[in-house]
T-cell receptor, first 110, second 119 residues
Framework: QKEVEQDPGPLSVPEGAIVSLNCTYS??????FMWYRQYSRKGPELLMY????GNKEDGRFTAQVDKSSKYISLFIRDSQPSDSATYLC??????????FGEGTQLTVNP | DSGVTQTPKHLITATGQRVTLRCSPR?????VYWYQQSLDQGLQFLIQ???????AKGNILERFSAQQFPDLHSELNLSSLELGDSALYFC??????????????????FGPGTRLTVL
């Protein structure tokens, strides 16, 4: 069983839709949770960072962490065609290495 | 632009050969990480260096080695290459060595990657 599970999609939505992306994990030692965006196999770009449980909002993006359920989410409001990319969840213990989910491929159609 | 640079962008070589990938971290970052992204494995952590010393090791093959130089740039050496080594290799950098040792964890910023093709 993988430490981090993420539905690879693909996910296709119309412009303006609310997008929900999710990951589950099994390692209760994970404390830091991140979402990266990756365009066409370019370098992953950090979108959101969250420590422990709770919500964090940044513009159209909201990250949620529920440690009791070992479940994290990223919501994208008013999605745009430019949001079309692969979204990777990543997690970290107090150490250093990032453990990534498989990535969800998102397409936002005009 | 993350501030992390990697060269070369693309590398095509043959089985059995040896290649070197280079990474320069963001200004001020002391930690360098190497990750491999293949189609069937996703992004996998290989190794971390902090201020010239190895700090953590992931699923890095014995045929692969890395080092970090006094100017903090890092090189990943891949030898006796096999077809299965074809992948994207990313370098990332951060200020701190550990997540708990710096406010906000040790946010890692990724370079543009090197695409390695082994024929």
């Amino acid at each position: 069983q993988k430490e981090v599970e993420q539905d690879p999609g693909p996910l296709s939505v119309p412009e303006g839709a609310i997008v929900s992306l999710n990951c589950t994990y099994s390692n209760s030692a994970f404390q830091y949770f991140m979402w990266y965006r990756q365009y066409s196999r370019k370098g992953p770009e950090l979108l959101m960072y969250t420590y422990s449980s709770g919500n964090k909002e940044d513009g159209r993006f909201t990250a949620q962490v529920d440690k009791s359920s070992k479940y994290i989410s990223l919501f994208i409001r008013d999605s745009q065609p430019s949001d079309s990319a692969t979204y990777l969840c990543a997690m970290q213990t107090s150490g250093s290495r990032l453990t990534f989910g498989e990535g969800t491929q998102l397409t936002v159609n005009p | 632009d993350s501030g992390v640079t990697q060269t070369p962008k693309h590398l095509i070589t043959a089985t059995g050969q040896r290649v070197t990938l280079r990474c320069s971290p963001r200004s001020g970052d002391l930690s360098v990480y190497w990750y491999q992204q293949s189609l069937d494995q996703g992004l996998q952590f290989l190794i971390q260096y902090y201020n010239g010393e190895e700090r953590a090791k992931g699923n890095i093959l014995e045929r692969f080695s890395a080092q970090q130089f006094p100017d903090l740039h890092s090189e990943l050496n891949l030898s006796s290459l096999e077809l299965g080594d074809s992948a994207l290799y990313f370098c990332a950098s951060s200020v701190a060595a550990l997540a708990g040792g710096y406010a906000g964890g040790n946010t890692q910023y990724f370079g543009p990657g090197t695409r390695l093709t082994v024929l």
